[in-house]
């Protein structure tokens, strides 16, 4: 998912070379003329960096973003906090993408406002919040912040929530996940879906039968007969009766598919004449 929110990045990057980008650099090698400082250390860089992106162009604030993340310099982590702010929501979600760069340096205040940007009103926002807390590692007051945005949240920010979540596979969530298997929106239920098969508990497997045969959402069908091919044994009946039972039945090709692929996956047992041939 990383991959995702970095060639959205890049692509910016080449967007605007011609422009903020080149003013930048220049205002940067400017500085590097000074005694003190190399251009080429990364500490330096970044202090200047932190000034730019308090500068009054949107358009220099992205770029200084965006730079920080390249460096992805833990110096850089209070004033990308900040950045989580700024009237600009490009150069929030940049902000958001840089703290994911720098990583498990980030501190524990940091993570908790990141968390906090997944209540932002631009969903570009949200989803680079939920990519960056997923480099960013699990911390225990962002996984309370991520569970109750979960329950309360609305949709944007639940799905925000359950991607992170999914990245973190943080075992305390297991509660507020198995709950949002009942979201009314398809997009937190495929999620939750997934952040549960992450945990690899077979103890919520009766949970991917129920959504696989009756979620009115094909989308989550075909992502819990994926997970029941993860973490299904071929020893468990019912189990492989309700991916039989899938990938005969179901309406959508896309689920028929997966359901008998997650089949062949885990393997043979049932006979007993196909265990009385599913009663």
Not at 192 to 202: K, S, V
Not at 212 to 229: C, K
Request: hydrophobic share 40%.
């Amino acid at each position: 998912m990383n991959k995702q929110v970095l060639s959205r990045v890049e692509r910016s990057i080449l967007r605007t070379v011609s422009g903020p980008v080149l003013l930048l650099f220049l205002l940067i090698g400017g500085a590097g003329c000074q005694a003190e400082a190399p251009v080429g250390d990364p500490q330096a860089v970044t202090s200047r960096l932190v000034t730019l992106l308090q500068d009054s162009s949107p358009d220099v604030r992205r770029t200084a973003a965006l730079s920080l993340g390249k460096i992805g310099h833990s110096a850089g982590t209070t004033a990308l906090v900040e950045g989580l702010s700024d009237p600009d929501s490009q150069v929030r979600e940049y902000s958001a993408w840089a703290l994911g760069q720098i990583g498990e340096a980030v501190n524990d205040k940091a993570a908790v406002r990141l968390a906090g940007a997944l209540g932002d009103q631009h969903q570009s926002v949200k989803q680079a919040a939920a990519r960056a807390l997923g480099n960013i590692g699990p911390r225990q007051p962002v996984i309370a912040i991520l569970t109750q945005a979960l329950a309360v949240g609305e949709s944007g920010s639940r799905h925000a929530a359950v991607e992170a979540l999914a990245q973190l596979e943080a075992r305390s969530a297991y509660p507020a996940l198995r709950k949002a298997l009942t979201d009314p929106e398809p997009a937190v239920r495929q999620g939750a879906l997934a952040a549960l098969g992450e945990l690899g508990d077979r103890g919520v497997l009766p949970d991917f039968r129920e959504r696989l045969l009756f979620d009115a959402d094909p989308g989550v069908r075909t992502e819990a007969a994926y997970r029941l091919g993860k973490l299904g044994d071929p020893g468990d009946h019912g189990e492989l009766q309700t991916l039989d039972e899938a990938a005969r039945h179901d309406a959508s090709p896309g689920v028929r598919l997966w359901a008998d692929r997650a089949r062949a996956f885990i393997g043979p047992p049932m006979t007993e004449q196909e265990v009385d041939d599913e009663e």
